[in-house]
């Protein structure tokens, strides 16, 4: 969407490899949900923001409301992270959707 | 762009009583979802359906929730009976395919207050 801006597009990993993808929103974010979008096509929560950091295994995301960004960082890639990550931002009472970063990982 | 389109935007019911929230997804969309989020919680997967038949759904989609698309019309969320914690915004999306990659189209929610 062009009020949630993601980047890359589409990323190929090598397993094991580092990565990070990122949200850029020109609306006034307060909260920043990241999804990956399952093989049947629903999504699954990842990670739900209020400013700050969280961590999970080997997935981090931040999100900083003044620079009005998220990232989502993917450390000792596998196989199984290949799918569509989409970040989703809630302002003024409703959700802004990316259009998705679509990941392989590669072995 | 592809619009989905949700009825009513909000409601306010009395618990006990039955509801009905309504999506009109993209024309041509195949798969339809329903999520929920409560007020400064997460968005949360509740369904989805295609061919007439639900899919996969989580166990928030409790026994008294029932979703259906009679003849291509709305895609149609069904509560009955409310209870006070399905106060929340309701979310429909649809999508062409059904797999990862294909993107999910969203409405804009219906706000759901039960008292």
């Known amino acids: 969407g062009d009020k949630v801006k993601q980047s890359p597009s589409a990323l190929s990993l090598q397993e094991g490899t580092n990565s990070a993808l990122r949200c850029n929103f020109s609306?006034?974010?307060?909260?920043v949900q990241w999804f990956l979008q399952n093989p049947r096509g629903s999504l699954i929560n990842l990670f739900y923001l209020v400013p700050g950091t969280k961590e999970n295994g080997r997935l981090k995301s931040a999100f900083d409301s003044k620079e009005s960004y998220s990232t989502l960082h993917i450390r000792d890639a596998q196989l199984e992270d290949s799918g569509t990550y989409f970040c989703a931002a809630e302002s003024n009472n409703r959700i802004f959707f990316g259009d998705g970063t679509q990941l392989v990982v590669k072995p | 762009g592809p619009k989905v389109l949700q009825i009513p935007s909000h409601q306010i019911i009395d618990m006990g009583q039955m509801v009905t929230l309504n999506c009109d997804p993209v024309s041509n969309h195949l798969y339809f979802y329903w999520y929920k989020q409560i007020l400064g919680q997460q968005m949360e997967f509740l369904v989805n359906?295609?061919?007439?038949?639900?899919?996969?759904k989580s166990k928030l989609f409790k026994d008294q929730f029932s979703v259906e698309r009679p003849d291509g019309s709305y895609f149609t969320l069904k509560i009955q009976p409310t209870a006070l914690e399905d106060s929340a915004v309701y979310f429909c999306?649809?999508?062409?395919?059904?797999?990862?990659?294909?993107?999910?189209?969203f409405g804009e929610g219906s706000r759901l207050i039960v008292v």
């Open positions: 609306i006034a974010a307060t909260t």
């Open positions: 999306a649809s999508s062409l395919q059904g797999w990862a990659g294909n993107t999910l189209y």
């Open positions: 359906f295609y061919n007439g038949k639900v899919m996969e």
